[in-house]
T-cell receptor, first 111, second 115 residues
Framework: DQQVKQNSPSLSVQEGRISILNCDYT??????FLWYKKYPAEGPTFLIS?????DKNEDGRFTVFLNKSAKHLSLHIVPSQPGDSAVYFC??????????FGAGTTVTVRA | EAQVTQNPRYLITVTGKKLTVTCSQN?????MSWYRQDPGLGLRQIYY???????DKGDVPEGYKVSRKEKRNFPLILESPSPNQTSLYFC??????????????FGEGSWLTVV
């Protein structure tokens, strides 16, 4: 049973607009959340993370929001650029050396 | 350059023929892990290692073995591969695990097809 869920398999957005990716989790023991970006034929690369003691973390065009009561996090990309077209994975950890991933969301940025 | 290196990158093998996928990292990381990626399921953890000679099962360990005899290497062994192990495999490492503040670095992936 997947503990991390990304319910939108794909997202299409116009260049310059905001991309919002959503992620839900079920395990209340998760206390560290990460987003990874993956291009075809490459391994996932770390994008941004957030600890459960925060509700927002920002890094340049990328912002992650965490709503612990709803067990929900989101990744905002503003403005979206063509190089952002990739698969994005949400991941969560409870400090037990395990990392659980969502199924991924494929983002396509249209020119 | 800091990296996680997997070999082979692509392999087609037959059912039952033992194979090993090697993984090596040059960052002196304590933690290493193996994942498989399947359509609609994302990445699922197979095994992980907290340090030399210390390994534990992830979520999908059946059909796989691992060993950690050296800090830099963490091979994945398929003793008797079956078609349901056809997948894209990723090795990963981090300084000290998956807890807060740790960044997990991934290799480029190994495409394995079992016929």
């Amino acid at each position: 049973d997947q503990q991390v869920k990304q319910n939108s398999p794909s997202l299409s957005v116009q260049e310059g607009r905001i991309s919002i990716l959503n992620c839900d989790y079920t395990n209340s023991m998760f206390d560290y959340f990460l987003w990874y970006k993956k291009y075809p034929a490459e391994g996932p690369t770390f994008l941004i993370s957030i600890s459960s003691i925060k509700d927002k973390n920002e890094d340049g065009r990328f912002t992650v929001f965490l709503n612990k009561s709803a067990k929900h996090l989101s990744l905002h990309i503003v403005p979206s650029q063509p190089g952002d077209s990739a698969v994005y994975f949400c991941a969560a950890s409870g400090g037990d050396y395990k990392l659980s991933f969502g199924a991924g969301t494929t983002v396509t940025v249209r020119a | 350059e800091a990296q996680v290196t997997q070999n082979p990158r692509y392999l087609i093998t037959v059912t039952g023929k033992k194979l090993t996928v090697t993984c090596s990292q040059n960052m002196n990381h304590e933690y290493m892990s193996w994942y498989r990626q399947d359509p609609g399921l994302g990445l699922r953890q197979i095994y992980y290692s907290m340090n030399v000679e210390v390994t534990d099962k992830g979520d999908v360990p059946e059909g796989y073995k691992v060993s950690r005899k050296e800090k830099r290497n963490f091979p994945l062994i398929l003793e008797s591969p079956s078609p349901n192990q056809t997948s894209l495999y990723f090795c990963a490492s981090s300084l000290a695990g998956t807890g807060t503040g740790n960044t997990i670095y991934f290799g480029e992936g190994s495409w394995l097809t079992v016929v």
